[in-house]
């Protein structure tokens, strides 16, 4: 009798998706996943959605042709401008960080008020608010453009991210005031932002419930699978494979980061850029 | 009888060579310009040195495509990753801004001892420290990888880059004393940087020159265009053109803060990333 194994493609801009994987590395361990880091083209969240879609394109694309029969967009902001050029191109299921996100804000909030935070071009798509507003939830929407350079550069518990977090959950929450919102739920819109969690929480004002879409998003991933199980599932370890655009050694020192454990097995790959 | 009217490309990641191009434009305002930012693929920074070749490659030869005559590497990043590379390729003349740093470092500083910022690739190539042992020079380097994102940010006069500053600049002179340098020159590293410059003054040592290696650029590119001149120069006002591999509006509004003056006529490029 056949047995199915999985191979999923999970798909960033960068290193932030490695959250998204470590959480579906946790719940389906018997998967095999290919990972694709666009790191010479990092950030996107700076740019047009133009040229966000044309580099979200051809990196599926190549997770794709090297097998992936699920793909998962774990990049919040590829998944807000290019979700739906990435699934019209897709030969395969396609799920990204938004709509499970928004799923998730709306079974934890009771005023369905939302509060959500990324970076520039997520926040300008308003993606998110969309999202939302098909799960009758209103959402604020705040760009922090400094806090994935705040990551990178490694300063998690530092006086200045705090302080940059408190400026910015300042403005958003003064926001939230004059509209005569009454939040409950702040959705962290961006990979990189589980990192900061003490120092946005620290910011958020109480009774505000700080959700992560990694954890959703491998939920909501496996989920899918299972029902679309024709044989039974492989019980043995999957593989593990990494892309990356720029270079590797960056990906493996800052990619332990996110994964939280050792990233081995890293190919370098030229998408054109 | 002919005249002479230059057509001189600049080249960089994105904005920050608009300072170079407005050094440029009040030294030879009859010349014409090709501008060229790679902005779909910015920040170059913190990226490899083969990636940011291959990017430098692409966007200087489409430069000499559109018929420059002369080029300007106007981003820190590609002259110290790339400048071999560029020249070895390149049919014209080719200047770069670490030269003409180095050169504006030697004839301002009195004890030889000179402190460089710049991005995380630019530091790690150590290219100003090359260019300055060249000279006669010893260069302390420091890495500074959040003032880019301040800058684009517009946090310009603001208390947290005040505190960004300050930090990266007590650990280059305290990095200093300890190896008994005595540096009376900074050469800010990166295009960006004269932006924060009140900042960086205010958190330097007294007694510390700040050089800014744009206006020396400019100057260093007319000399030696005049010295390479056949036949009397145009006097009439040059054209100017712009060019970007991302949005043109972003070119636009973020541009003219660095150009201090309107940008207009921008061609949006796809150099194939």
């Excluded at 350079?149 to 929450?173: A, S």
Aim: hydrophobic letters at 45%; charged letters at 25%; aromatic letters at 6%.
């Amino acid at each position: 009798m056949s047995v199915q194994r999985w191979k999923i493609g999970v798909f960033d801009s960068g290193f932030g998706g490695l959250t998204v994987l470590r959480a579906l590395l946790r719940r389906l361990p018997e998967a095999d996943y290919l990972y694709l880091g666009d790191t010479a083209r990092l950030p996107y969240g700076s740019k047009s959605r133009e040229t966000i879609v044309r580099y979200a394109l051809s990196s599926t694309r190549f997770l794709i042709d090297q097998g992936a029969d699920f793909l998962v967009i774990a990049c919040n902001t590829a998944s807000a401008l290019a979700f739906d050029a990435i699934r019209a191109a897709s030969p395969v299921p396609v799920l990204g960080v938004i709509e499970t996100g928004a799923d998730e804000a709306r079974r934890s909030s009771r005023t369905g008020d939302i509060l959500v935070i990324g970076t520039a071009a997520t926040i300008e798509s308003h993606a998110y608010a969309a999202a939302c507003r098909e799960r009758g939830l209103r959402a604020l929407e705040k760009a922090c453009p400094l806090l994935v350079p705040l990551v990178e550069e490694g300063w998690l518990d530092h006086p200045v991210t705090r302080e940059v977090v408190r400026i910015y959950m300042d403005e958003l929450l003064g926001q939230a005031r004059q509209s005569d919102s009454h939040p409950d739920v702040l959705v962290l819109g961006c990979t990189h932002y589980p990192l900061l969690r003490p120092a946005i929480e620290a910011a958020a004002a109480a009774g505000l419930r700080v959700l992560d879409s990694a954890e959703a998003t491998a939920a909501e991933a496996v989920r899918r699978l299972k029902s679309a199980e024709s044989a039974p599932r492989s019980v043995t370890p999957g593989q593990r494979r990494f892309f990356a655009t720029d270079s590797i050694a960056k990906f493996q020192s800052l990619g332990a980061r996110f994964l939280e454990s050792p990233v081995e097995d890293i190919v370098l790959v030229d998408l054109g850029g």
